[in-house]
C-alpha cells in the first residue's frame, strides 16, 4: 500500500499518560499536515511540516502537543498528560511539493482514534 | 484567521436529483478550495478543487463554483446515486499551509 499510513490505528489511554503517534506520507511528498476531528465535525488543522520545518501551527494547540518530522520524512505527534478532551480521530495527510498547477491535494491516512479515559 | 462555514448540515436527496451544497469564507486571500467526501469509518478523499482564478470546475456528475466578491463556493452534484451518500466537507487556505474546514454536510442519497 502506497498510500499514507499511522499507527497506531487505535489507543486507549488514561487521563495524564503520554501517548505517540506515527504517520508515514507517500513517499516524494515533502509536506504533511495534522489534523483532529471530533465526531460531526470537519478535520481541525494542528500543525504543517514541509520537508523537516514545522512551518505551522496552530494557535489553538495546547503546549501538550508537539510533533515532529526529524528527517522529512515519516512524523510522530506526541500529547503529554493527556485529557479527556483529547480524544477525537487524529488524521495525518501529505502532499506533493508544489507545481506549476499549484497541486494542493492532501491525501489522507486512516487516523489513529485516542480514547482517554 | 480563517472561518469558513457550510450548510446544509445534513441534506436528503432522491436518487436522481441534484444536491448542493454551500461554503462560505472570511478570509478574502484563500485562493484554493477542495472539497472532500468521507464515508463512514473511512478517510477524507479529494473530490474536486478550484483555484480562484477560475469560477467553476466541473468533472463527470460534481461541479464546484466559486464567487470571490461574495466569498462563497458551492458543490453541486447531478444525477445522484446511493454511493453518493457520505460527508462532505469544504476547506479554504491561502498558502497551503493550513487549511480551514467547514463543519460537514451529511448528505443521504434515498433510492
Known amino acids: 500500500d502506497t498510500g499514507v499510513s499511522q499507527d497506531p490505528r487505535h489507543k486507549i489511554t488514561k487521563r495524564g499518560q503520554n501517548v505517540t503517534f506515527r504517520c508515514d506520507p507517500i513517499?516524494?511528498?515533502?509536506?504533511l499536515y495534522w489534523y483532529r476531528q471530533t465526531l460531526g465535525q470537519g478535520p481541525e488543522f494542528l500543525t504543517y511540516?514541509?520537508?523537516?520545518?514545522?512551518?505551522?501551527k496552530s494557535r489553538l494547540l495546547s503546549d501538550r502537543f508537539s510533533a515532529e518530522r526529524p528527517k522529512g520524512s515519516f512524523s510522530t505527534l506526541e500529547i503529554q498528560r493527556t485529557e479527556q478532551g483529547d480524544s477525537a480521530m487524529y488524521l495525518c495527510?501529505?502532499?506533493?511539493?508544489?507545481?506549476?498547477?499549484?497541486?494542493?491535494?492532501?491525501?489522507f491516512g486512516p487516523g489513529t482514534r485516542l480514547t482517554v479515559l | 484567521g480563517e472561518n469558513v462555514e457550510q450548510h446544509p448540515s445534513t441534506l436528503s436527496v432522491q436518487e436522481g436529483d441534484s444536491a448542493v451544497i454551500k461554503c462560505t469564507y472570511s478570509?478574502?486571500?484563500?485562493?484554493?478550495f477542495p472539497w472532500y467526501k468521507q464515508e463512514l469509518g473511512k478517510r477524507p478523499q479529494l473530490i474536486i478543487d478550484?483555484?480562484?482564478?477560475?469560477g467553476e470546475k466541473k468533472d463527470q456528475r460534481i461541479a464546484v463554483t466559486l464567487n470571490k466578491t461574495a466569498k462563497h463556493f458551492s458543490l453541486h452534484i447531478t444525477e445522484t446515486q446511493p454511493e453518493d451518500s457520505a460527508v462532505y466537507f469544504c476547506a479554504a487556505s491561502k498558502t497551503g499551509n493550513q487549511f480551514y474546514f467547514g463543519t460537514g454536510t451529511s448528505l443521504t442519497v434515498i433510492p
Open positions: 511540516f514541509q520537508n523537516e520545518a514545522q512551518l505551522e
Open positions: 513517499s516524494e511528498h515533502n509536506r
Open positions: 495527510a501529505s502532499s506533493p511539493p508544489w507545481d506549476s498547477l499549484g497541486s494542493d491535494t492532501q491525501y
Open positions: 478570509d478574502s486571500a484563500s485562493n484554493y
Open positions: 478550484i483555484r480562484s482564478n477560475v
